[in-house]
């Protein structure tokens, strides 16, 4: 039995969670170790994860893997970039001068005023076609991608 | 409808070489019930602001949908997972 899982069912028995808390912590945890399926976790073994940009549909996630010196491995749902472009709709005008003012001094100059629901999607779905390759000098590798 | 569900668990692990390090395993479904209250109470603020704002004839009256978008990009934030192994430290966040 699994450390997570002993820890739930010690939690139920001591009477800090209740029943149905505890069979949500656990389908969480069955979940996230079944292959991934529509809104559920992926494997969270770095060794299970894609190697490269997946060729067809649209991407889930957005890794970033460093190989050398150190090992950098992290998974990004696209699903919370998505939100977050939705997200920069609704901030207040006044807000979001500031922001746009303050990203244009640290040299992006993008406007997020300009930025409309129907072009998110497509940011999705062209980041399946990106890949970021790059040879630092200290002899790390980055790879950053969408699978 | 979209079903906006936060996470359910926080997996916290750092080492450093030459310590113990810690683990911090927070099941975050423990938070729902609070989070459910002060969401709550912060939307019927965020939704009598928006009315006087609407009824005052300001352009922007979307607080609660604002409120509303920000629970649902937390609830993303579940399936991220980050693994750090440097000659000097190691840190593993996962969040189901």
Request: glycine content about 6%.
């Amino acid at each position: 039995m699994s450390e997570e899982r002993t820890r739930i069912l010690g939690m139920l028995a001591e009477g800090k969670i209740t029943a149905t808390e505890a069979e949500t912590l656990l389908d969480a945890l069955a979940s996230a170790a079944e292959a991934p399926v529509a809104g559920t976790p992926a494997p969270t073994s770095a060794s299970d994860w894609p190697t490269g940009p997946s060729a067809s549909g649209t991407p889930k996630f957005m890794y970033v893997k460093v190989t050398g010196k150190d090992q950098v491995d992290v998974k990004v749902p696209l699903a919370l970039l998505r939100a977050g472009l939705k997200l920069t709709s609704l901030i207040p005008p006044q807000a979001m001068d500031q922001i746009n003012e303050s990203m244009g001094e640290a040299g992006m100059s993008i406007d997020f005023n300009n930025l409309k629901p129907e072009d998110i999607e497509e940011i999705i779905t062209s980041l399946r076609e990106m890949e970021v390759n790059v040879q630092a000098s200290d002899g790390n590798n980055v790879r950053v991608f969408c699978a | 409808m979209t079903v906006i569900l936060p996470p359910l668990v926080v997996d916290v692990r750092v080492k450093e070489a030459g310590t113990r390090g810690f683990r911090i395993w927070f099941p975050f479904v423990l938070l729902w019930p609070l989070l459910i209250v002060i969401v709550g109470f912060a939307l019927i603020v965020a939704l009598l602001v928006d009315a006087a704002l609407c009824l005052s004839g300001a352009r922007y009256h979307h607080y609660s949908l604002l409120l509303l978008k920000s629970l649902h990009l937390l609830a993303e934030v579940r399936g991220t997972h980050a693994h750090i192994n440097s000659p000097d430290s190691l840190v593993d966040v996962d969040i189901y």
